[in-house]
């Protein structure tokens, strides 16, 4: 049975026709290819059309001419002899489509022309390559017709420094070592005393964030930064990288995502791409996306290999991806996410001003020391960078009535603490007090009177 397939995008259409292996089911694979043809919405010629050899060459020049665009790094292609299609660059910012009749094609018809050449736009290559995507990944048309792309060797991408350049800190250390070498063989041995230890009055609790197994980023971030790293980064800015970059990073975690994989919910993560499409660091959004992130090919993906040297200077992208029970994924820019994400705070701004505060020192001391035992007995590890501070109020029975962040990063992770859970709203009394709570990044945790000991 003949049957067509069609693959539709705004500026570009692909169109296959060919035989299925059953005579009466529409839905059965397409296997024999009879004509494929390629057809621009504002180009002015013919469609381009051809058999299997005119696909075959089509999928690969895209493919390859798609993985230049991404990555900068010009491959040649692994055939010595090129086929009838290739695409090539050109002048403006377009992009020039090339079709070779085959000899086949010009003993059959003898006013088949020998060269067709397309000048495209971006958006419209874009669209060529989005509808190639959609025909590989579509198992229903020609199941033996795969993708032959292979990861860019490192070899082929040139250093940005040169080598003089790169080498001079490394004489340069040999010549200082040499010299503080020469120094120190005429400083006599020091006398070393024993350190005094002195007594401290601030309570710290000795828990710490447990270090990362390998394979598992601390907190949810890639092994050697998380996105708070890139925040001095250049924004990449461009709709037609953004677009590409979404496309690949969407279909290389598609490919490590099992759709027999059934979390409990969906699992969300912050990325930041770099413009080679190389996922710098990762962090999970919610506390199920944390515990089942080795389930995702993340940990996998996540590349760094020059940790801070590299964030500071490379444009970077942030994209969300959301892994879904049924075996989908969905990555979106990260600033869409974030403004769809519905605006609710934990806590007050400020508090309101006391009218009666708890005036007695011995039942400040108390209240201080069961607020820290409550709260060290809920913690848990933070992604905090920076210190998190709470302005925290209780009555006089010891309940915490309410609690108001006090520096930006303490209301972006107030969820990370045990405050939300530990707040009685039906708490009240006439007596209360203010204590302040700080969360340091090194796990530490502070509780004061807000005023001072009395």
Same mark, same amino acid.
């Given at each position: 049975m003949t049957v067509k397939r069609q693959y539709r995008l705004p500026s570009c259409t692909l169109t296959l026709e060919g035989l299925t292996a059953s005579s009466s089911d529409l839905q059965s694979p397409l296997t024999v290819l009879m004509n494929a043809e390629c057809q621009?919405?504002? @180009?002015?010629? %013919? /469609?381009?059309? *051809? *058999? &299997?050899?005119?696909?075959?060459?089509?999928? !690969? @020049?895209?493919s390859y001419y798609g993985q230049q665009l991404l990555s900068g790094v010009v491959r040649p292609l692994d055939k010595e002899e090129p *086929?009838?299609?290739?695409?090539k660059a050109d002048q403006g910012g377009y992009h020039r489509l090339i079709v070779q009749s085959t000899p086949l094609e010009a003993m059959e018809n003898s006013q088949a022309l020998a060269r067709v050449d397309v000048k495209l736009t971006t958006l419209q290559f874009h669209d060529l390559m989005e509808a190639v995507d959609q025909l590989l990944a579509d198992t229903q048309t020609l199941p033996d017709l795969t993708s032959q792309l292979q990861p860019v060797p490192r070899q082929l991408v040139k250093p940005t420094t040169p080598i003089v350049q790169r080498s001079a800190p490394a004489v340069l250390g040999a010549a200082t070592l040499a010299a503080a070498g020469l120094a120190l063989f005429f400083v006599p041995v020091p006398e070393v005393k024993p350190p005094e230890v002195k007594p401290t009055v601030t309570r710290e609790s000795s828990t @710490? %964030? /447990? !270090?990362? !197994? %390998? *394979?598992?980023? %601390?907190?949810?971030?890639s092994a050697n930064s998380s996105p708070e790293d890139f925040t001095q980064s250049p924004a990449i800015t461009d709709p037609d990288t953004l677009s590409l970059l979404q496309r690949d990073i969407t279909r290389t975690l598609q490919q490590g995502w099992p759709k027999d994989a059934k979390p409990s919910g969906d699992l969300s993560y912050r990325l930041v791409v770099s413009e080679d499409g190389d996922i710098l660091a990762y962090k999970y959004e919610t506390d199920l996306a944390l515990g089942e992130v080795d389930r995702t090919p993340l940990p996998e993906l996540a590349f760094d290999p020059v940790g801070s040297l590299r964030s500071s200077q490379e444009p970077v992208a942030e994209f969300q991806a959301t892994f879904s029970p049924d075996g989908e994924v969905v990555v979106e820019p990260w600033s869409t996410a974030e403004a769809a994400k519905p605006s609710a705070t934990s806590a007050p701004p400020e508090l309101p001003e006391i009218a009666s505060k708890i005036k007695d020192?011995? &039942?400040? &001391?108390?209240?201080?020391?069961?607020?820290?035992d409550r709260i060290l007995s809920n913690l848990q590890p933070l992604s905090a960078s920076e210190p998190l501070t709470y302005r925290v109020r209780l009555n006089q029975e010891g309940a915490i009535v309410a609690y108001a962040p006090i520096n930006a990063a303490a209301g972006l992770l107030a969820q990370e603490t045990p405050l939300p859970q530990l707040v009685n709203t039906a708490a009240s009394g006439a007596d209360q007090l203010d204590f302040m709570v700080v969360f340091t990044p090194a796990g530490v945790l502070q509780v004061s009177p807000w005023d001072g000991w009395p």
């Open positions: 621009f919405a504002s @180009a002015n010629q %013919p /469609p381009l059309s *051809g *058999g &299997r050899e005119f696909l075959d060459s089509l999928v !690969t @020049a895209v *086929g009838p299609v290739t695409v @710490a %964030p /447990p !270090t990362s !197994t %390998p *394979g598992t980023p %601390p907190q949810g971030d020192s011995d &039942r400040i &001391r108390q209240l201080n020391d069961g607020l820290y």
